[in-house]
C-alpha cells in the first residue's frame, strides 16, 4: 500500500516569500491533515478536510495560510506571505474516516524561512 | 486544549519499564498513541476509546481512565528500537469533534 507522499522535502526562501506544499493521502482517505510541528514539539493541527470540505481550520493562519483539496484527493498549503515563526515540518496526514482510526503521516516539508 | 504529557524526558537502560502520562482538561472522546524518530513521520501505536479500555502492543500496552482524563503508556523491558519521541494525541468533548490534538512529546532514550 503506497504512503502519504508530500513535496517538496525540503524548502528554504526568505521572508516575505510564498511557498507551496503538495500531498497525496492514500487511496481512498476521505480524511486529511496538515499539521505544522516547530522543532521539539507536537503536531499542531492547521486544517482538517473531509473529503473536500474543510471540517476545521481554527488554528489556520488565515491572513498567510491557505488550503484546497481539490476533488477530495491530493492537496495543497500556501503560505504567502511567509515569516521566520513559520519554519517547521508541515506534515500531511490522511485517514479512513477522521479520528475513528489511525492517521498515517507523509515524510513532511521541512521548511527553512530566512 | 493541548493534553499535557509527563515526563517531558526519560532515560532508560535496555530492559527497563517506562510510564508517559497524557493528562487532558477536559472530557476525552479517545486517546491516540504515536512514537515519532527523530527525522522522521510519526508512526501509530494505538486507538484507546472511552470506556476505560486498556490495549496491547507486543510489549507496549496503555490504559485511559476517561473519569481521569488521563491516559498513560506502558513500556516494558525496553528495546533500543522504543527510543523516540511518543505522542499523545486528543479527541476531546462529550460528543466526537473528530479533531486529534497531540501533546508536546515524551523523549525516550534507551541506552544498551
Known amino acids: 500500500e503506497a504512503g502519504v507522499a508530500q513535496s517538496p522535502r525540503y524548502k528554504i526562501i526568505e521572508k516575505r516569500q510564498s511557498v507551496a506544499f503538495w500531498c497525496n493521502p492514500i487511496?481512498?482517505?476521505?480524511?486529511l491533515y496538515w499539521y505544522q510541528q516547530i522543532l521539539g514539539q507536537g503536531p499542531k493541527l492547521l486544517i482538517q478536510?473531509?473529503?473536500?470540505?474543510?471540517?476545521?481550520d481554527s488554528q489556520l493562519p488565515k491572513d498567510r495560510f491557505s488550503a484546497e483539496r481539490l476533488k477530495g484527493v491530493d492537496s495543497t498549503l500556501k503560505i504567502q506571505p511567509a515569516k521566520l515563526e513559520d519554519s517547521a515540518v508541515y506534515l500531511c496526514?490522511?485517514?479512513?474516516?477522521?479520528?475513528?482510526?489511525?492517521?498515517?503521516f507523509g515524510q513532511g516539508t521541512r521548511l527553512t524561512v530566512v | 486544549q493541548q493534553p499535557v504529557q509527563s515526563p517531558q524526558a526519560v532515560i532508560l537502560r535496555e530492559g527497563e519499564d517506562a510510564v508517559i502520562n497524557c493528562s487532558s482538561s477536559?472530557?476525552?472522546?479517545?486517546v491516540h498513541w504515536y512514537r515519532q524518530k527523530h527525522g522522521e513521520a510519526p508512526v501509530f501505536l494505538m486507538i484507546?476509546?472511552?470506556?476505560?479500555e486498556q490495549k496491547g502492543h507486543d510489549k507496549i500496552s496503555a490504559s485511559f481512565n476517561e473519569k481521569k482524563q488521563q491516559s498513560s503508556l506502558y513500556l516494558t523491558a525496553s528495546q533500543l528500537s522504543y527510543s523516540g519521541t511518543y505522542f499523545c494525541g486528543t479527541e476531546g468533548g462529550r460528543h466526537r469533534d473528530d479533531k486529534i490534538i497531540f501533546g508536546k512529546g515524551t523523549r525516550l532514550h534507551i541506552l544498551p
Open positions: 478536510f473531509q473529503n473536500n470540505g474543510v471540517v476545521d
Open positions: 477536559k472530557a476525552l472522546y479517545s
Open positions: 484507546l476509546l472511552k470506556g476505560g
Open positions: 496526514a490522511s485517514s479512513l474516516q477522521g479520528a475513528y482510526g489511525e492517521a498515517f
Open positions: 487511496s481512498g482517505h476521505a480524511t
